[in-house]
């Protein structure tokens, strides 16, 4: 009983398909076998993402605390556990004010639709070798058309609030999307031509099947594609758009209340959505060089998704804001000239392997060396370029034998002639 397929906690699907075939068995119909699969899909990714969301709050604060030399929440419940809960109840008995200028509609639809395309990235997502709602061919396309969805809701919120500094906040998400949307699609053409498919589950196998992560072949599109998606994300140091020190709180200046909460909360949905991506793309995602012959793989895929969340954290606790003209600098001068050499440089690889009938055992290590070797010269050269203008600064102190400043209490001295 045991050890029988659909009781197998390796995946979680092996349950879901027992299920399956269970009702296949008794005769329901495929539409409502269908309905249900998807239904129990759907809210497995909704209990993932509302669990983990209320954990991060605790999570975050804590670990910035840490951080930054001090204690973080730790007052309700043991190491302040319910500091999230005593959070919630706040926010929802506060009242939720708004403006009497602002569009009644458009003000109140944002924070309940910006949930929608953070959650339905989580379709595509594969947790196991059978945990994923729906294997899209198109998945990376499918990732990148949600993410273009989440300025426009923004845009909406920064319109209808009536607020020039709501409406600033808003115009300057979308500055940032355009500039940093286009180094990230870089960065995963980078990824779907070494694994030939657009598909996250045939991303995975190809990692599978060649016994490395894809963080090895491509380490350049992984830099630019964490730095470039941590700016769309709105988190420090790119959370220009509610920069506090500018523009008091950016496009949610009028929001109060629970309106507030969720914009708040989608933050934590969307940054561990962002890290999911990375540990599919770039880390195996639920492979684990067989480990997850022993352990369950979509534990070690939860493991991966929080330690690329860590170093969110750690970003949003050591580094300062930048402001708004370095980082357009940092996106068009930076990571676009990058972003453009490594696809290149990877559609090269990728010719030699295929044209040439090259053995993978020569080509795969050989573009590890070179890729590496290449990210290095390139993030060094391209940085002491970026910043010559700022450092060619004379060294040498000029001297002179006299300075004409009266001190104090003295006469100021009448000009020759």
């Known amino acids: 009983m045991l050890l029988s397929s659909w009781w197998d906690v390796r995946d979680l699907g092996n349950a879901v398909s027992g299920l399956v075939d269970a009702l296949q068995d008794a005769g329901v119909p495929n539409g409502v076998i269908y309905s249900i699969a998807a239904l129990l899909g759907c809210l497995g990714i909704i209990a ?14 804590r670990l910035i605390g840490r951080i930054q030399v001090r204690k973080g929440p730790n007052r309700l419940g043991p190491f302040g556990l319910l500091q999230p809960v005593a959070d919630a109840i706040k926010l929802i008995q506060k009242e939720a004010l708004q403006p009497k200028s602002a569009d009644g509609v458009v003000y ?30 198109v998945g990376v396309l499918y990732l990148l058309a949600l993410g273009s969805t989440t300025a426009v809701l923004i845009f909406m919120a920064g319109y209808a609030s009536n607020n020039k500094y709501a409406l600033l906040g808003s115009m300057r998400v979308i500055a940032m999307l355009i500039s940093y949307e286009i180094p990230s699609v870089l960065a995963l053409l980078g990824v ?3 694994a030939g498919t657009m598909s996250l589950s045939g991303v995975v196998d190809f990692q599978d099947t060649y016994w490395s992560w894809l963080i090895f072949f491509q380490p350049l599109a992984f830099l630019i594609f964490l730095l470039g998606t941590t700016a769309e994300l709105n988190r420090t140091p ?8 500018e523009i008091i709180a950016g496009f949610h200046i009028e929001y109060s209340g629970m309106k507030f909460g969720l914009f708040y909360a989608v933050e934590l949905v969307n940054a561990m959505g962002l890290s999911a991506v990375i540990a599919v793309l770039f880390l195996g995602g639920w492979w684990t060089f067989g480990v997850e012959k022993v352990i369950p793989g979509w534990i070690l895929f939860i493991g991966k998704i929080y330690a690329v969340y860590f170093l969110l954290i750690w970003f949003r606790g050591t580094l300062p804001r930048f402001r708004m003209d370095q980082l357009m600098a940092f996106a068009w001068k930076f990571l676009l000239p ?4 490594n696809v290149l440089v990877s559609a090269f690889e990728v010719l030699l392997w295929t044209e040439y ?10 573009s590890v060396v070179v890729n590496f070797a290449l990210a290095a010269v390139l993030i060094v050269g391209w940085s002491k370029l970026m910043m010559k203008p700022f450092t060619d600064v004379r060294r040498r ?19 020759a002639g």
């Open 192 to 194: 779907v031509t070494f």
């Open 48 to 61: 993932f993402v509302g669990a983990t969301a209320v954990i991060n709050i605790w999570v975050e604060r």
């Open 397 to 415: 102190p000029h001297l002179f034998n006299e300075i004409n400043v009266p001190l104090p209490g003295e006469a100021t001295p009448e000009p």
């Open 338 to 341: 990058l972003g453009l050499i």
């Open 357 to 366: 009938d090259i053995s993978a055992g020569v080509i795969l290590p050989a």
């Open 108 to 137: 109140s639809l944002p924070p309940i639709l910006i949930f929608i395309p953070a959650i339905l990235a989580f379709a595509v997502v594969p947790f196991g070798d059978k945990m994923v709602l729906a294997d899209l061919n």
């Open 238 to 245: 790119a959370d220009i758009a509610e920069a506090e020190s």
